[in-house]
Every structure is written in structure tokens, then in C-alpha cells.
Nanobody, 116 residues
Framework: QVQLVESGGGLVQPGGSLRLSCKTS????????MAWYRQAPGKERELVAIITSGDSTTYADSAKGRFTISRDNAKSAVDLQMNSLKPEDTAVYYC??????????WGQGTQVTVSS
């Protein structure tokens, strides 16, 4: 089992920054990649960024150049640094841990609201 706990969400003005953190515990050694997803009201959950066990990263087009996913091994966490935030980034952000071929673990989500 893997446990995930997100933190760092909140209200920020357009153009501002937030750093989300996903604290991991449990059988994390078996995980192939970690990811951040988001879900806005009335929309489907969408992938934001992935970091593999080898630290390769992939970003959604909407996140490229603005968001950075990283691993903090000392804290057993995966972070998402979000800069130049836009109102359309408003969503609940979820941390995900994936183990091949088809096992997913999810955190409870953290709300990010971008508004003036």
C-alpha cells in the first residue's frame, strides 16, 4: 500500500506562485512514476505532470514552462512548483502514484484557486 497526502493549495492572484507537496509513505519503492493531476469543476481529471523513478519528467502543454515537478527524497515527497498561475489553473490538484501495469494510488486532493 501507498499513502499520499497533498498540501500547499490555496488562493493566489493571477501571475502568482504556489508550491504543492505530496508526502508519500508505504511501499513507495514499487512505484514506477508519480504524477500530479487536476480536476476543475465540471471537467474531467487531467494529467499535469509526471516524474518517473528515473527522474524523467513530462508535462501537459498547459503546464510547460510554468510548472516544475520534482522529487525531494529527504522529505519523501514529490512537489509541484507552479508559477505564472492563471484563473484556468483553478482546480483540485491530486497526487498520483502508479505501479505497472494498472495500480493507482491517489491523495485526497488540494484546492488551488487563482483569482483576483
Amino acid at each position: 500500500q501507498v499513502q499520499l497526502v497533498e498540501s500547499g493549495g490555496g488562493l493566489v492572484q493571477p501571475g502568482g506562485s504556489l508550491r504543492l507537496s505530496c508526502k508519500t509513505s508505504g511501499s513507495i519503492f514499487s512505484i514506477n512514476y508519480m504524477a500530479w493531476y487536476r480536476q476543475a469543476p465540471g471537467k474531467e481529471r487531467e494529467l499535469v505532470a509526471i516524474i518517473t523513478s528515473g527522474d524523467s519528467t513530462t508535462y501537459a502543454d498547459s503546464a510547460k514552462g510554468r510548472f516544475t515537478i520534482s522529487r525531494d527524497n529527504a522529505k519523501s515527497a514529490v512537489d509541484l512548483q507552479m508559477n505564472s498561475l492563471k484563473p484556468e489553473d483553478t482546480a483540485v490538484y491530486y497526487c498520483n502514484a502508479h505501479r505497472y501495469p494498472d495500480v493507482d494510488y491517489w491523495g485526497q486532493g488540494t484546492q488551488v484557486t487563482v483569482s483576483s
